[in-house]
């Protein structure tokens, strides 16, 4: 059972995703990967992540993170990871992946705003 919500969306060059819930089964991350797979196939040269609504990781949903933007990197695109809670961000720094993932607070988020709303509610 899939635990990740993702939601895809935008227009021209501004594309991004939405993470709700949490990316801890190997379903999960492959969940996340097609999303990327999908946003990738636009081939914009940066895409933006809500992350705001991501609950939790595991190793498992860290790795699928790390993926998503070596996959990124690799078809010149970066990932700007967004609105991340600060227990997942100390999680990310203590495993290393901070410093691997172009992490930005919420407020920097210049995807399509739809995936945004009613990401607090």
Same mark, same amino acid.
């Given at each position: 059972?899939?635990?990740?919500?993702?939601?895809?969306?935008?227009?021209?060059?501004?594309?991004?995703?939405?993470?709700?819930?949490?990316?801890?089964?190997?379903?999960?991350?492959?969940?996340?990967?097609?999303?990327? =797979?999908?946003?990738?196939?636009?081939?914009?040269?940066?895409?933006?992540?809500?992350?705001?609504?991501?609950?939790?990781? =595991?190793?498992?949903?860290?790795?699928?993170? #790390?993926?998503?933007?070596?996959?990124?990197?690799? =078809?010149?695109?970066?990932?700007?990871?967004?609105?991340?809670?600060?227990?997942?961000?100390?999680?990310?720094?203590?495993?290393?992946?901070?410093?691997?993932?172009? #992490?930005?607070?919420?407020?920097?988020?210049?995807?399509?705003?739809?995936?945004?709303?009613?990401?607090?509610?």
């Amino acid at each position: 059972m899939r635990t990740l919500t993702i939601h895809l969306g935008g227009h021209r060059d501004c594309m991004g995703l939405s993470l709700r819930g949490s990316c801890t089964t190997p379903a999960d991350a492959a969940h996340l990967e097609q999303a990327v =797979n999908q946003l990738l196939v636009r081939a914009v040269p940066q895409a933006w992540i809500d992350c705001r609504g991501l609950h939790s990781l =595991n190793w498992l949903g860290q790795q699928a993170l #790390l993926q998503a933007s070596s996959k990124a990197r690799v =078809n010149r695109t970066e990932l700007y990871w967004c609105g991340l809670s600060k227990e997942l961000l100390s999680q990310l720094k203590a495993s290393g992946l901070g410093s691997e993932l172009a #992490l930005r607070p919420a407020a920097d988020f210049q995807g399509p705003q739809f995936l945004i709303a009613g990401a607090t509610a």
